[in-house]
Structures are given as structure tokens and as C-alpha cells.
């Protein structure tokens, strides 16, 4: 059947599709050119809405997705690494030559966020126990289990004295403080970002003594790396609130 064209310029109708812009549409509405509005609203029409990512994470089974199945951070860099783009998401060559679904992405790049958002939530989780472990280890008295907390080329860089760096030095400086300060250390965390091997986090720190008096409080930048499959302080850098003159 031939297109005939309607009476409204470059608005072409074939074998019931209605074309603009283009004499061959191919769906029943097929525009060639941009398309200017306010708001599209799309029916899923037998998607699914990620909300399995959480199901599975959460309860190890989803009944919306049973297939589904949350990976590793290690396998998702595995993947990237062989293929150049996110497991799920069709490569720059099948967009070319197929175009792109923005339902089906829509969806996926949900899918993605979630399980980005997963990850971030399980990464300061990790990082604040740690910062409990090594705090619970210096109220207990334990110099040589704090250095351990460092890698082993780790460093600490307080305010207003030099570095202290290596695992000696570290268990010196540690103990130094049991025995000298003491007091218990409470450790915030206010931001972390980073890879699977690589965390910055930002925090703030408060020391009390024993009867609860406050002796110094400020605030600290680690830079976290996993070491033997553990998350150690690699760089450990604090400055105090307090003038000098308080302290």
C-alpha cells in the first residue's frame, strides 16, 4: 500500500501507522526528528521494576525476579574488563545498530542504581566496623593489635607532631598513647567513596577520658586498602579542633 500524506505537512499514514517526518513508518507511531513535550508516561506491560535487586539482597530470594542474582563487585570489574560495559546493558555496537529501548533502559539503569546504592551502603558498613574494631582494641589496651589495623607500610599523621609510619613506629605511638592519654576514642563517619580496593572516608573523632571529660575532638581523612581480603588503614590523617592552648 502506497503512504498517503495527510493535509498537515510531513504526516504520512501506512497500512495503519502514522508516520512524521518519514513516508515508512515502522511502528504506529514513527517520527523521524526531535519530539518536544511535557511528560511520557510508560506502561511496563510485563517488566518488572527492580525492586528484586533489594528482595534478593535482602532475603536471598525474590519472588518477582527468581532468576535474578546480585553480583560481586570483583565480578561486575571481571565483566567490564572483558566486555566494556555493565553486565545487562547492551554495548555501544548494539545500540548503534539497534537503537535504544528507554523502557528497557530505563529499568536497567535502575536495576543498576540500586545495586550501585547496595554497594556504597555494604562499603561504609565495612569501614565503620573497622573504625570500631580499632577503637575497641586501643580502649583495651591493645598497641600491637592496632598497628595491625595499619598496612603494613601504613601510616598516621596526627596533628602537631611528625608521621608515624610501619608497624613498629605504629605500635610504639599506640602504646604510647594507652599508657600516656588513654580515654576512649569515638570515631564518626560523615562521607566514604572509593573502589573494591581503594577507600577515602572522611569522619570526625572525639577522645574522652575514662570519667567522660572531653580532651580533644577534630576531625580525620583514612584512606582505606584492602590488605589480605581486609579493609586496613593505609593513610591516617587527623588535625584537632582544640587551640593548642586547650590541649
Known sequence: MTAQRNRLKNIYSENGKIGIGTNTPDELLTVKGKIHTQEVVVDLNGAIAPDFVFDKYYNSF??????????????IETYIKKNHHLPKIPSAQEIKENGLSLKEMNLLLLEKI?????????????????NVNLTDLITKGD?????????????????NMPAVEGTSNLTSFWGGFIKGVGGVITLTTTEVWGDENLITEEGLFEIKSKEGAQLDKGKYIVLWKKEDGKWKLHRDIATTDLPLANK
Open 114 to 130: 540500586e545495586e550501585l546504592t547496595l554497594f556504597t551502603i555494604q562499603q561504609q558498613k565495612e569501614i565503620e566496623a573497622a
Open 143 to 159: 598497641s600491637v593489635g592496632a598497628a595491625s589495623a595499619y598496612t603494613k607500610d601504613g601510616k598516621f599523621m596526627p596533628a
Open 62 to 75: 525474590s519472588a518477582l525476579n527468581p532468576a535474578y542474582e546480585f553480583s560481586t563487585i570483583y565480578e
